[in-house]
C-alpha cells in the first residue's frame, strides 16, 4: 500500500493547461529544470536568471499579498453567474452545469462507474465547501458548448518532450465555457499509472478515481497548483540548501511546472496567493514527503474555495 500510496501522488496530477482570463489557454508541458532551485539554494535568488529569454525578471521573494492564508488562483478564472454558463439556483447556491462527451455510457460499466465515483467525489468535497452545485452530469449536446465537458480520452493530456500520456487534465476555471471539451479523464489507468487498473485492486482504483476528480474539478474551479506558488514563498526561500534538494527531487520525479507563475510579477494583480505554502491542498502533489492521497480538502483548500466564491 505505501508504493501505491506514493505512486499516486507522482501521476496523480501531471498536467494542467493554464489560462489567461478568458482567453486561448496557454499549454504547458510541467517540466522544471532542477538547477532552478538549486540555484536559489546555493547563489541566491538575485543572481538567479530567467527561466528563458521570453520571461520576465525573476522576481524577489517577499512581495507578496499577505491579506489572509489563502491558496493560489488566477483571479480572472472565477464563474459568474449570468456571464457565463454558472446560474443561481432557488436556494441561492450557483450552479455549473456538468456533461460527459461519450457515446453511449451506459454500455461501458467501467466508464459508468468511473462516473459515479467523480461525481460522488465532487459532491463530497467542492460542493460541500461551498455554496456552488454542479448539475446535470448527462450526455453532452453535439455541437454545445458550456460549463465542465468531461471526455474519457485518455490520449488527451499528452506531453511531446517526453513522448508519453500524462493523466488527466483540465481547462482552468470559466475558460472550460469555451471549449466543447474541457476536461479529460480515464478510468482504465492502461497508459498510466497502471498500478490503478481495476483488475489489480478495486479499492485503490477507486482511490485513484476519487483523488483525481477532486483536483481536476479544482482546476475547473480556478486552483492552480499549489506547488507552483512556491517561488513566491519567503518561507520557502528561507530554507536551507539540503531542504531545497529534497523538493528538487521530490518535483524532478514529478515533472513540475512552475514556469507559468515563477516568472511573473507577484503583484502583477492577475494571481491570487499568500505566503503561506498549503502541503495539504489537494492541488499540490509535489513532495513525496507528503504520502497521504488528496481525498479531502485541507483547511486551506476550504478557506481557499470561500475566498473565490463568498
Known amino acids: 500500500m505505501k ?48 527561466i ?32 457565463s454558463a454558472a446560474r443561481r439556483d432557488n436556494a441561492g447556491n450557483m450552479t455549473i452545469p456538468v456533461c460527459w462527451v461519450i457515446n453511449d455510457p451506459s454500455t461501458l460499466p ?51 518532450a517526453a513522448q508519453k500520456h ?48 477532486v483536483h481536476e474539478f479544482g482546476h475547473a474551479l480556478g486552483l492552480e497548483h499549489e506547488h507552483d506558488r512556491l517561488y513566491f514563498g519567503k518561507n520557502f526561500h528561507s530554507l536551507s540548501g539540503n531542504e531545497l534538494r529534497k523538493y528538487v527531487q521530490a518535483c524532478g520525479k514529478q515533472r513540475v511546472d512552475v514556469s507559468s507563475t515563477a516568472t511573473r510579477p507577484p503583484n502583477s494583480g492577475e494571481f491570487d496567493l499568500s505566503d503561506i505554502y498549503d502541503p495539504k491542498s489537494v492541488m499540490n502533489y509535489c513532495f513525496d514527503i507528503y504520502n497521504q492521497t488528496n481525498l479531502v480538502l485541507s483547511d486551506g483548500d476550504k478557506k481557499t474555495i470561500k475566498r473565490m466564491y463568498p
Open 110 to 160: 467501467l466508464t459508468r462507474e468511473g462516473r459515479s465515483i467523480t461525481r460522488k467525489a465532487v459532491q463530497e468535497t467542492w460542493e460541500k465547501a461551498t455554496n456552488i452545485k454542479f448539475t446535470g452530469w448527462g450526455r453532452c449536446v453535439q455541437g454545445e458548448n458550456g460549463g465542465i465537458r468531461i471526455k474519457i480520452d485518455q490520449s488527451a493530456c499528452w506531453d511531446e
Open 3 to 50: 508504493n501505491r500510496t506514493t505512486l499516486i501522488f507522482f501521476f496523480l496530477y501531471l498536467f494542467v493547461i493554464p489560462t489567461t482570463g478568458f482567453t486561448q489557454p496557454i499549454i504547458k508541458s510541467d517540466l522544471i529544470d532542477p538547477s532552478y532551485f538549486i540555484a536559489i539554494a546555493e547563489k541566491g535568488i538575485d543572481v538567479l536568471p530567467p
Open 166 to 213: 500524462l493523466g488527466a487534465c483540465s481547462h482552468v476555471g470559466v475558460s472550460s465555457d469555451d471549449y466543447a471539451t474541457s476536461m479529460w479523464l480515464e478510468f482504465s489507468y492502461d497508459e498510466w499509472a497502471t498500478s490503478c487498473q481495476r483488475g489489480q485492486s478495486v479499492s485503490f482504483w477507486k482511490q485513484c478515481t476519487y483523488a483525481i476528480a
Open 52 to 83: 528563458d529569454s521570453a520571461s520576465t525578471p525573476v522576481p524577489s521573494p517577499g512581495i507578496l499579498s499577505t491579506s489572509e492564508d489563502t491558496g493560489f488562483f488566477r483571479k480572472k478564472s472565477l464563474w459568474r453567474i449570468n456571464k
